[in-house]
């Protein structure tokens, strides 16, 4: 007899990817009765359900007012929802926490410990957004605000020859698994030197220590980590459908143990050092035009 997808469902097992080579092997190897069943049920994925409850997580927030009250509850709901996705250890939920998209969504605020899993959407579409400080001594800040104005973009989008992206670097994520195609390139040519929008900023102002005059920006990785997160999204999300159906879309994991769970971290180291570079080239193009 030769088994079919149709003969596994039948039979019970679920459709994934591994229906094609167990189906390959068993007929190839020609299994039956016993047999075969025996080696569906030992290839077949183990099926990951959520905690039935919720893992301990610390909760480092308090309220002094109806609203902030209104919003504790609301973060403390979504965080016991949350710390039932299976590949959770531990939480905590610090003081400027507030949710974020649905129930079950990590909020802003809130901080997950995973083993052995990425999760894109914990990360977000924002990877490393951050901040750096530069001091340029005693210059005047209005005449450092107005370069900084001059060389540097916010809004959407990228702009074209900005600044040009290290040759060193190009190479680096030429060769990367998630970042090497044409529109992971041009985004991190083009976004190369601006700063988006939303809260990014770029401020200057006087150290009350020092009284020298700083620069501080605020940003992530732009559309090139933006990009990033959905194709890790994606991956994430075919994991979760085959091995965690139950768990919620939001927090789909890619395995770290298989390849393209460390491929995807590697990516998003470079995606890490792109964003350093994208601080350091407008704080270095500040200075330069003073």
Known sequence: MEITGKTLIEWGYKPGKWFKGAIEHANQHQLAGDALRQYLDAVQPTIIDPHAEAAPFYRN???????????????????????????????????????????????????????????????????????????????????????????????????????????EFLDKI???????????????????????????????????????TVVVTHHGSRGFGANLFRKGMKVAEGFRKEFSPQTKPTNAWIPYAEDIGKQYWQALQWVREWTKLNHQVIHDQTLAAV
Do not use: W
């Not at 403390?76 to 250890?89: F, G, H, S």
């Not at 800040?141 to 973009?153: E, G, I, W």
């Not at 529109?183 to 190369?192: D, E, F, G, I, Q």
């Open 174 to 212: 030429r060769g990367d698994y998630f970042l090497g195609d044409e529109r992971s390139l041009t985004l991190a040519r083009t976004h190369y030197g601006t700063q988006g929008d939303g809260n990014h900023f770029l401020y200057v102002g006087r150290s009350r220590n020092t009284g020298e």
């Open 61 to 167: 927030i308090r309220a002094e007012t109806p609203d902030e009250e209104a919003n504790v509850q609301q973060v403390l709901a979504t965080m016991d929802e949350l710390m039932k996705t299976p590949t959770l250890t531990g939480g905590a939920v610090m003081p400027d926490a507030c949710p974020t998209g649905p129930v079950g969504q990590i909020p802003v605020g809130g901080v997950v410990a995973a083993q052995g899993a990425i999760h894109p959407a914990m990360h977000s579409a924002d990877i490393c957004c951050s901040v750096m400080m530069t001091s340029l001594g005693k210059v005047d800040p209005r005449q450092v605000l107005d370069a900084a104005q001059s060389v540097t973009h916010f809004g959407g989008g990228g702009r074209k020859a900005l600044f040009d992206l290290p040759a």
